[in-house]
């Protein structure tokens, strides 16, 4: 995967520019030639969509006829610049810059404004790295930082701790970079946000060759990164941190390592970053009988590529993002393939998420430099909301009608019409149509292959529970038997085990997990009081689940992290606590916000909940309200040490 930015020569005819821009989106090709060629006459009110008819991502909000009008003047401005001899317009100066961020997103406070500019970062500049130093705040100082895991957001923390001036090191228990997208290398294994979003603001690419990438690309992205970002040498590989242990003392962490051959060591540093994941350790279901079953099974994550699936029997076990991901590519090989389905995910029509990128756009993507930028922000600014507001409990709705608002019902009523359609057989429908609200699960891409595959004559959809795994197979609770080859459990991660296995210790010994008592919390899901100089990445209530990329999360905490350490340096402390009162607060308006929320007051099961039944992942809010409260740094929050 490359990085550049690299734009081909516009060197085509009148008629080429204007076929070539037929179907790509237009308000990101409007800002983009605008500050391409610095004809901000582009910008024009006639040329912007109806705010109220965007709802995701594309065209809409706009009319067949401004469309047509929008690609014209577009074009027009592109033949202008090539005849003028592609010289590119002056860099916008802050009012252009405003106009052309606000021709994306609409009318934006300054704040909201700084935020988009951070994420559009034109010209490639890296708005996110740190503007202090260890050397500039505090001359003769030295800080270690050990980061825990080398996947997406380790990778990001690693870089700015780096550009910050400490002294890094990153321990992966993987033999690769990438995480996530290292360990999940199942058939069919792709990204649901789109790609330009799921990328680092500050290590955008126009090469993306799907909407939606598959795992390969993905993997090979963040390895790309790995290299941008000079980190090769600071990485470990095939060394798992098992314990963490604050000495009180010396005010510094014990990390105890185990490399590959099992050998141990210990590393003392000032800092520890943990960034290992929280969707990554399979869970097998509690089923009776699972170690007992005498054919092949493993977990979704842990794929097995050395079978030969042609004709055999097959069982999946689960119904979530992954299985549906890899069930076609099961059932094109399966003499018969059957899904288990204990809860039927909501299935969200997205007809072009198979696809590669259409010639079109890649031909706008080669020739426009930073057509790319504008269209990421473009996706930023409708999925920084995206299907939240959606998902709001409005007090006075009757939660026992399948939804949670007049929105939530729309969005029901539009996905049923959707299951009318890809699902003829009203039996099968019954089954996979799920009761609950959009919104209090995971909701699950189709992009018609799915509910198809589910009609294939070699596949079957069970919703029996299952009583049990024998050697031979699996029996039910109503007593029927199926005879398999293979089982695939594709039943999830232990998401709520925050950190585990890893055993941590704080201040006077304080276990984490024993704080913890199986329900995980943390100031901005970075920080446990008694933890002191202990960071938490993608930690309780920082996930996103209807809108945004998760990438986005991991750049804020990265950015919050140096800030505090900034702050550490600044005050001359060797350590800083978060005070219990600060964090405590601060989950209790966490909580109050879940329980306004479609996943707060469902009672569908998920992983969104722990064994207390409270929501410890979901973050409840829009993408700016993280921003705004991981800017900067209250010292007011903070202990010092
Ligand atoms: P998952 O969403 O947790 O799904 C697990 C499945 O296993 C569910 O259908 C669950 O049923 C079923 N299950 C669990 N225990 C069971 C039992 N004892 N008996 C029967 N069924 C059982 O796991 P996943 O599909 O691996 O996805 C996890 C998350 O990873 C996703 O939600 C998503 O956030 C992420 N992911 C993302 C992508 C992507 O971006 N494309 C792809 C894959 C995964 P219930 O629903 O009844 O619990």
Not at 264 to 270: G, K, N, S
Request: charged fraction near 20%; aromatic fraction near 10%.
């Amino acid at each position: 995967m490359r990085l550049d930015f690299e734009a081909q020569p516009l060197t085509e005819d009148d008629e080429t520019i204007r076929v070539h821009l037929e179907g790509v989106p237009l308000a990101p090709l409007v800002a983009s030639v605008a500050h391409l060629t610095g004809d901000y006459t582009l910008l024009a009110d006639d040329l912007r969509p109806d705010p109220s008819k965007v709802v995701m991502i594309g065209d809409e909000g706009y009319s067949p006829e401004q469309l047509e009008r929008g690609r014209n003047r577009v074009a027009d401005a592109l033949i202008r610049f090539r005849n003028g001899g592609c010289t590119p317009g002056p860099q916008p100066d802050a009012g252009q810059l405003r106009a052309l961020i606000e021709f994306i997103g609409g009318p934006l406070h300054d704040e909201h404004l700084r935020l988009f500019e951070e994420e559009l970062a034109l010209g490639g500049i890296d708005h996110r790295a740190p503007s202090w130093s260890v050397s500039s705040l505090a001359p003769g100082r030295s800080l270690t930082a050990a980061v825990i895991g080398a996947g997406m957001s380790g990778i990001v923390a690693a870089q700015r701790l780096r550009q910050a001036g400490l002294a890094v090191h990153v321990f992966e228990k993987d033999s690769g970079a990438g995480g996530t997208w290292f360990e999940n290398a199942y058939p069919g294994c792709r990204v649901d946000v789109p790609n330009h979003l799921y990328s680092y603001s500050h290590a955008q690419t126009p090469h993306w060759p799907q909407f939606n990438s598959t795992q390969p690309v993905l993997l090979d992205y963040f390895r790309t990164c790995v290299a941008a970002f000079e980190l090769e040498d600071a990485i470990s590989y095939d060394h798992e941190v098992e314990e963490a242990a604050w000495n009180d003392d010396k005010s510094v962490w014990s990390l105890r390592i185990q490399d590959a051959a099992g050998g141990v060591t210990v590393h003392e540093v000032d800092v520890v970053v943990s960034a290992v994941g929280q969707l990554n350790r399979p869970s097998f279901p509690d089923i009776p009988g699972v170690e007992s079953f005498e054919g092949v099974s493993f977990h979704s994550a842990r794929w097995d590529y050395d079978v030969a699936y042609e004709g055999k029997r097959i069982a999946v076990i689960g119904s979530g993002a992954s299985a549906v991901q890899f069930i076609p590519w099961l059932a094109e090989r399966a003499g018969h393939l059957t899904v288990y389905q204990r809860t039927p995910p909501w299935l969200v029509p997205i007809f072009n998420y198979h696809d590669d990128l259409p010639p079109n756009l890649i031909w706008v993507l080669r020739h426009l430099p930073e057509y790319a930028r504008w269209d990421r922000l473009a996706l930023f600014s409708r999925l920084q909301e995206g299907l939240l507001p959606r998902t709001f409990v409005d007090p006075d709705w009757d939660l026992s009608s399948g939804s949670v608002s007049a929105e939530n019902e729309e969005i029901r009523q539009a996905l049923t019409s959707y299951y009318d359609f890809a699902f003829p057989d009203p039996v099968l429908r019954r089954k996979v149509l799920p009761d609950y609200p959009f919104g209090a699960k995971r909701m699950v891409v189709d992009s018609g292959l799915y509910s198809s595959v589910l009609q294939s004559p070699n596949v079957t959809l069970e919703t029996e529970a299952i009583a049990e795994i024998t050697p031979s197979g699996i029996t039910l609770r109503n007593g029927r038997t199926a005879a398999y080859d293979v089982i695939v459990y594709a039943t999830g991660f232990a998401a709520s085990r925050f950190l585990a296995p890893m055993r941590v210790t704080g201040r006077n010994g304080m276990d984490l997990h024993a704080r913890w008592a199986g329900d995980a919390r943390a100031y901005l899901g970075i920080s446990v009081p008694g933890f002191p100089n202990f960071f938490l990445m993608y930690g309780p209530n920082t996930n996103i689940v209807v809108n945004g990329s998760i990438i986005y999360f991991s750049e804020c905490q990265a950015h919050y992290i140096g800030e505090c350490i900034r702050l550490l340096l600044e005050r001359d402390a060797t350590a800083l606590d978060c005070r219990p009162e600060v964090h405590d607060a601060y989950n209790d308006m966490i909580d109050t916000a879940t329980r306004a929320r479609a996943w707060g007051v469902s009672d569908v099961s998920s992983w969104y909940k722990n064994e207390h039944g409270r929501v410890a992942q979901n973050w409840p809010f829009n993408l700016f309200e993280y921003w705004r409260r991981t800017k900067q740094v209250d010292p007011d929050d903070w202990v010092l040490l």
